[in-house]
């Protein structure tokens, strides 16, 4: 099946004049959107997961490299002009117009005709069920409905493509988490091919087929959530996915391992064989509730890879208590030796 | 931007075109060696700046606007900053009718105040042309005054004086320490405002003449319309050089589109 | 003899300890107040109906004879005349320019707003002299169109010279009115018709310009009093073939030394730019109700 979007080394360079100086803030990047499926963009703020997503809607020109929309070079078609239903970050609402206005306006610059426009349009804000609100203004509404109504809008004119700025980042923790569901829903009953930028790598897991971790412009690591998870291939990723230790363990290269599966033992208490074990000094603690957070020390290394921040359930370490570290070898990832840093 | 808007982008050069031309094409003017107004000039020379700076009127009217347009600025800014602190602290009764009123000499035309200030004070009450000058100047810039030292106290929270107040600072001093530091760039921009406002007022001050009493403007004016040659163009290229240094002095101590842009 | 009551006493010994050492702040506006209505509303109102050698009812017929004379009327409709195509033109020219620069890349929008306000620094004889240069029988225009074979033209003491005065005098306050509501628009509203379907210019009529509708009204308020009161440009550029009420009201009080005839016409000055303010006032006010 021929990819919905397809980048093909591409770069975007700001402030550059005649193709020299300005800082990167895509380089090189390479990806492949199949219809149908979910992907996400993730990284930290300035990662270019942004650039990147203005650059497939054509609000952005490539420095260099082609964008293919549905098999076909877009890479100079302007926006009116590519079939995408963007969601944006401010939602980016026609204030003055209704919300029928609002989501039947890519209709009507479509030339479909009215009566038709109008069925769509209300079918669209039945979708994300405020129908009865389409005689409304987007003032009139909180920020929960307009961007149901970004979404609406978008998705009533059949994009090729949905493309979401950040579009939940506005919303409160609770309201967020409800619309993450929402948006999965109207995806999968719409058929649509969605991308979506983020930097919430909770939103990426839960909504991502594929998910993309971008880190100053470049592609860091790919695949679906499942096996991002649990192999982050670098530092940067581990880091970006809550992995909190990079521990010094006597025998191994670097590796890393997430606080909830490192286990701490009494000081004469044996690891199983499946796990390494290390003997260590308990350093602070604390109590969270459901369990504890333990710093756990390594005894005879010293720095920054002495420590492992561990959940442990139970709250029976104090400071100064001599601990056995348990680290369980499946969940112990391996990760490239040296950073390659690239100017 | 300029190669994907072509249409706009024309109707734009136009626009500025039609701004400032006429004023490039008098600076050209100004130093032509002939005698009347030509573009191009024909040769060049200074001559016409040399019969400006000898010509009585313009530099007695240049003191006389200077004048003018520093008493007028200096009492309309100790009448505006009060009233703007009594408008904005002291949530007086009747607020938006004083405000209003404040307003009003924006919305009367300045050729009818210099009328009635014509009429009213020189020839009713026999107040000399100066006086009657800088009384019609500080009622002209009294508007600016309160508007934009009212917008630097309409953003700054008044709560800052609540907070200075709860730190010990009594009423005096909260003032001295916080409400006028806060207000200063709004005053600096008032000042600026108000001076150039004044200086290059023609409607209001047409009216106010006296016996060899004229404001520059005035003069100009009056000149242009006597002679057609080209000693006011090398007035105009003074004035230019003078706007220019302002600009630049007021980009270096509040911005410039800060104060001319309102 | 009934006592006041004690509550009410208390209230009166309360405020006076409360005035007396210190007095309230809106002291301050009694200079400030006391100068408006000695040199700002007594002199305004008092000319307006009451000139020197004349009363009410003169100035009243005045007003009559000038809403009726066949060399006034034509003055006023002039007047209105110059300052609608002076609006209209600043808005045609001055909103597409305020919205290019509102849409500048870098640091332009603030270079290319202070060009374009920087002539607000000069007089308006520098700023329309000028135009004698290009307009004149012997100028600019003239002598292309003679080189051109066309004959010479003598465009200077038209209206259509006080138009181009005009407008390069008030462009400057259209685009500042313009710009300061475009630069509050998101942008994103812009981006989001295009991703919908919209060509630049339909995205610019359909979002950018409603929008922006307010500032630009304000915008033609300014423009339009600008141009009904303005004295210099009709002056040097329209003389006395082509009076306004301006110049007009001028000749009368310096060449005629006719008062109440003066008087006159200030109030009709005044109630033309009064009624275009509430005017607009009104328009204002439906536009955000609606929009």
């Known amino acids: 099946m021929t990819p919905v979007v397809e980048l093909d080394r591409v770069s975007h360079l700001f402030g550059a004049r005649g193709g020299k100086g300005g800082t990167t803030a895509v380089a090189d990047l390479d990806l492949t959107v199949r219809p149908g499926e979910f992907t996400t963009l993730l990284g930290p703020s300035g ?292 950073e390659v840093t690239t100017a | 931007m300029i190669l994907r808007r072509p249409f706009l982008s024309l109707l734009a050069a136009a626009a500025f075109v039609l701004m400032l031309g006429p004023v490039v094409i008098l600076v050209g003017v100004a130093f032509t060696a002939g005698s009347t107004l030509a573009f191009p000039p024909e040769g060049l020379s200074l001559r016409w700046f040399r019969a400006a700076l000898a010509y009585g009127p313009f530099i007695d009217s240049f003191g006389t606007s200077m004048l003018v347009a520093a008493v007028s600025t200096v009492i309309a800014l100790a009448l505006g900053v009060p009233a703007t602190l009594a408008l904005h602290r002291g949530h007086p009764r009747g607020r938006r009718i004083m405000e209003n009123l404040f307003f009003a000499p924006i919305v009367v035309p300045e050729l009818v105040l210099g009328l ?147 | 003899m009934s006592r006041p009551s004690t509550s009410a006493e208390a209230a009166r010994v309360a405020s006076r300890r409360r005035l007396l050492p210190r007095p309230p702040i809106t002291i301050l506006l009694v200079p400030g107040l006391a100068v408006m209505l000695f040199a700002f509303c007594y002199p305004v109102v008092a000319t307006l109906a009451w000139p020197p050698d004349g009363d009410p009812a003169t100035v009243a017929r005045e007003t009559g004879s000038l809403l009726t004379d066949p060399y006034l009327l034509p003055v006023i409709a002039r007047t209105v005349r110059v300052a609608v195509l002076t609006t209209a033109l600043c808005l045609l020219m001055g909103f597409p320019v305020a919205y290019l620069i509102s849409r500048a890349p870098g640091p332009w929008p603030g270079r290319l707003l202070a060009l374009a306000i920087f002539p607000l620094l000069l007089n308006t004889v520098v700023r329309t002299y000028g135009w004698i240069v290009v307009l004149g029988g012997n100028g600019l225009i003239s002598r292309i169109s003679e080189a051109l074979g066309l004959g010479r033209v003598q465009l200077l003491y038209t209206e259509t010279a006080i138009v181009l005065g005009l407008v390069q005098l008030f462009l400057p306050l259209m685009i500042l009115s313009a710009y300061s509501s475009l630069s509050q628009q998101d942008h994103r509203l812009e981006e989001a018709a295009r991703g919908l379907g919209a060509s630049p210019g339909r995205a610019f009529r359909d979002v950018v310009f409603p929008l922006a509708l307010p500032g630009a009204l304000v915008g033609c308020t300014l423009v339009f009093a600008g141009a009904v009161t303005a004295f210099t440009t009709p002056q040097l550029l329209g003389g006395p073939r082509e009076r306004l009420l301006s110049t007009l009201l001028y000749s009368r009080v310096n060449v005629s030394l006719d008062w109440p005839s003066a008087s006159a016409i200030a109030l009709v000055m005044t109630a033309l730019v009064l009624v275009v303010g509430a005017l607009s006032g009104r328009l204002g006010k439906i536009g955000s109700t609606t929009s």
């Open chain 1, 47 to 338: 990662c270019g997961k942004t650039t990147t997503l203005r650059m497939i809607a054509g609000f952005l020109q490539p420095t260099s490299g082609r964008i293919l929309l549905e098999g076909v070079d877009a890479t100079r078609t302007p926006p009116e002009k590519r079939n995408i239903g963007m969601v944006f970050q401010s939602y980016a609402l026609f204030p003055h117009m209704t919300l029928r206005d609002n989501v039947g306006y890519g209709l009507r610059t479509r030339k479909v005709a009215s009566g038709e426009a109008r069925r769509r349009a209300e079918e669209a804000l039945a979708l994300v069920g405020l129908a009865h609100l389409a005689d409304r203004k987007p003032a009139e509404l909180s920020g929960g409905q307009q961007q149901r109504v970004a979404l609406a809008r978008a998705v009533a004119i059949r994009p090729s493509v949905l493309l979401l700025d950040e579009p939940l980042s506005n919303l409160d923790a609770q309201l967020r988490v409800q619309m993450r569901r929402e948006l999965l829903r109207v995806q999968r009953e719409t058929g649509l091919t969605a991308v979506l930028v983020t930097h919430d790598q909770d939103e990426a897991l839960e909504l991502s087929d594929t998910m993309v971790i971008l880190n100053e412009g470049r592609l860091e690591q790919q695949g679906s959530p499942r096996d991002v998870f649990p192999r982050p291939a670098n530092r940067f990723v581990a880091e970006f996915l809550g992995y909190d230790n990079f521990p010094e363990v006597p025998g191994h290269g670097p590796v890393t391992v997430r606080p909830e599966h490192v286990r701490l033992l009494s000081e004469d208490a044996r690891e199983d064989s499946g796990e390494t074990g290390l003997d260590g000094t308990v350093g602070e603690v604390t109590f969270q509730g459901s369990n504890c957070l333990v710093e756990a020390l390594i005894d005879g290394v010293e720095g920054p890879g002495s420590v492992l921040r561990v959940l442990h359930p139970g709250d029976d370490l104090r400071p100064g208590d001599p601990v056995r570290i348990a680290l369980p070898h499946r969940h112990l990832v391996e990760l490239p030796a040296r």
């Open chain 2, 116 to 262: 009635a200030l014509f009429q009213q004070l020189m020839v009713g009450m026999r107040v000399t042309a100066v006086g009657a000058l800088i009384v019609g100047h500080t009622v002209l810039l009294l508007p600016y005054t309160v508007r934009v030292v009212g917008a630097s106290l309409a953003l700054a929270d008044a709560r800052l004086e609540e907070a200075a107040r709860g730190l010990g600072a009594g009423p005096v001093r909260t003032f001295f320490t916080v409400t006028l530091p806060v207000m200063a760039p709004g005053i600096l921009s008032a000042t600026i405002l108000a001076f150039i406002t004044s200086l290059n007022n023609v409607p209001l001050s047409l009216l106010l003449t006296g016996p060899g009493v004229a404001t520059l403007p005035v003069e100009m004016l009056n000149y242009v319309q006597s002679s057609f040659d080209p000693v006011v163009a090398a007035v105009s290229v003074l004035l230019l050089a003078l706007s220019v240094a302002v600009a630049l002095a007021t980009e270096r101590l509040v911005g410039f589109t800060k104060v001319f842009g309102r």
